[in-house]
């Protein structure tokens, strides 16, 4: 098989000839590969399957600070596709930015008014292109579209205000959230048309010890605008593969995520969800991604501890597959290079023993 067939199947769950992986290293971590391989080109030698594609979209804001009428933005703060601002605190944040939301405290005209994003006429060439480059070289397409529905909307409005919106059933928080969706609607099916072959969908919805929102909240304004993108998706290729990011604990959800459609749970994040019992629930209807956590064992944890809880998730996963093995998030200037080998060293002790 070519590494796409490959981890497509072990995807479907219909077996596989070597274990997926995935990683996504930071700055600092791509810096020192290059200083031990002379290239920044790691996903080539991890042996990852599939490579990462994120569409250009058109931002239609006015770029800069006069974005925000009720706040003033430090000098520094960079405005991303939806004209959400960007601000770090310090040099040692590294990813981590302060949002700065531009319909904080917006009336319902505001919210319409807002020029929002939207994709560009000639992008779905541009992504053809793309995706049909790597399936020539027998490589798996993962199309980046997180941020999907809720992420967006809060980084806009503020998760306090939309929050509100949505227990007082303001018509501020149907206008924005069916506004997100339609966008997100219109990426997606640009995406599946493209022939990618994994869409990747996302919103944090859990924090480290309990879920973010209450499981009906979600499913009166976020169930069903997920499952309108998740559709629109299929309507164009139902073979493309639904992946779905949330970090935190997430298990009260699970059920209704596989109910309208996700096939692809990632990153499970061990901090907060068991590996195990989640596989054990839910391994028969849906397949994962992750699972190594990045908050612990992988800066903290020795060489032996990598292996032996790699090893084990990959027992746990079994011949079919079913698994992508990774880190939960990207791998921070903590990580000891060791640790990342140890992960490589259990794939291959796997492999050998199946």
Known sequence: MTPRENILRALRRKGFDGVPVDFVLCDSQIADFEKRFGHKDYETY???SHRPLEMNVQRNYTFGAEQFKRESV??????????IGHSK???????MTRMHHPLKGADLN??????????????????????N??????????????MTVWEASWYLRSMEELMI??????????ALLDIITEFAISKAVTYAKAGVDILSLGDDI????????????????????LAK?????????PNIIIFYHSCGHITPFIDQLIEIGVEVLNPIQPECMSFDEVHDKFGDRLSFWGTLGTQELLPFGTKEEVFATTLSRLNKMGKMGGLVIGPTHMVEPEVPWENLMAIIEAVETFQKNR
């Open 46 to 48: 991890f042996g990852m």
């Open 74 to 83: 430090p000098e520094s703060t960079v405005f991303d596709e939806y004209g």
């Open 133 to 146: 480059n790597l399936h020539s070289k027998g490589l798996a397409s993962f199309a980046f579209m997180q």
């Open 206 to 225: 859990g924090t480290q010890t309990t879920i973010m929102i209450d499981v009906e909240l979600w499913e009166i304004w976020l169930k069903t605008r």
């Open 229 to 237: 993108v998740i559709e629109a998706a299929k309507q164009v290729n």
């Open 165 to 174: 919106d949505m227990m007082l059933e303001d018509e501020k928080a149907t």
């Open 89 to 95: 605190g310090s040099s040692a944040a590294f990813h």
């Open 110 to 131: 505001e919210i319409l008014d807002y020029p929002y994003p939207t994709v560009p006429g000639d992008e779905l060439a541009k992504l053809t292109q793309k995706v």
